[in-house]
């Protein structure tokens, strides 16, 4: 039995800290900070609790959580056509969290009414939650570039620094091993479904052999697609405009030093004359010369 138990140990362990991971991202703008050790330590204790009364066990699920979360976002109330909203956050409170866990201990209680919902309808709710789910997911928008032309290609950042071939690549190797860790699952190995988790590592290590460090930094990057273009046209606007200022003072620096001389002041004989025959005793000469500093 230590086997299994290992094996679950690490498929639980994974399954409650990717999911974690991805709730507490920089671009959720959570204020609260993140609890992965208190997560897993109670998680842990429900679990023990959970087998001694016989009842499942549950950990973080990834697709539920991230609807809850896009469920709380706050954003601005666009008025001007064509506005796109800003996002400002997420509602962080207790309550809707308790309100599911009252009602799934509520729903105990209404087996006799839930059996008559058809279990299309439920796999349909799971379906929309889990396609609803994929916008934004770099892998998602990667895999649809294989049926798009190149001219009707979005502006996606890492098409900017890597070759389209390459990015080709790449998802060939991820679409792969979804496929056979799909594949195993659906068997009777799906038991050792962890151990393939982990063998995944494994080939993330293979990959900088094929790779360049430059085209898995754009690839495989953990940054979100829309604020590693925020700071790519952050850092081309902050170079346009030292260029800017460099090439002005370039100009400036460029152009000839001129001197201004003042106009030579002419002043006439007779007005000296004059001035000399209305004084009384002897006057000074005064000097018309005038310097001229450059």
Not at 2 to 19: E, R, S, Y
Not at 75 to 84: I, K, L, Y
Not at 219 to 238: A, F, R, W, Y
Not at 240 to 255: I, L
């Amino acid at each position: 039995s230590a086997l299994p138990a290992l094996l679950v140990t690490i498929l639980i362990f994974m399954d409650q800290q990717i999911t974690g991971v991805i709730i507490n991202r920089k671009e959720n703008k959570l204020r609260k900070g993140a609890g992965y050790h208190l997560d897993l330590f109670w998680v842990g204790l429900l679990m023990g609790a959970c087998s001694f009364m016989g009842l499942p066990w549950y950990v973080a699920a990834t697709v539920i959580s991230i609807a809850h979360i896009d469920g709380l976002k706050m954003e601005t109330e666009t008025s001007a056509p064509g506005e796109q909203p800003q996002f400002l956050g997420v509602r962080e409170q207790r309550f809707t969290g308790f309100v599911v866990f009252i009602l799934t201990g509520v729903s105990v209680f209404l087996a006799p009414v839930l059996k008559y919902i058809p279990m299309a309808v439920l796999y349909g709710v799971f379906l929309y939650m889990g396609v609803a789910s994929l916008n934004g997911i770099q892998f998602w928008d990667r895999c649809k570039l294989f049926l798009m032309p190149s001219k009707h290609q979005p502006d996606y950042i890492y098409l900017r620094h890597v070759p389209l071939r390459r990015v080709h690549l790449f998802t060939l190797v991820q679409v792969i091993c979804l496929s056979v860790l799909w594949i195993l699952k659906s068997t009777v190995a799906a038991i050792i479904f962890p151990i393939m988790i982990l063998a995944l590592i494994l080939v993330r290590k293979m990959l900088d052999l094929v790779f360049t460090q430059h085209d898995l930094a754009w690839l495989d990057d953990i940054l979100p697609e829309k604020d590693k273009k925020k700071e790519e046209d952050k850092k081309k606007k902050k170079m346009k405009s030292k260029d800017q200022d460099r090439n002005s003072v370039d100009e400036v620096s460029s152009q000839p030093k001129t001197c201004t001389r003042p106009a030579p002041v002419k002043i006439s004989m007779e007005l000296i004359e004059t001035q000399k025959n209305g004084s009384q005793g002897p006057s000074r000469e005064r000097s018309s010369n005038r310097s001229c500093t450059c």
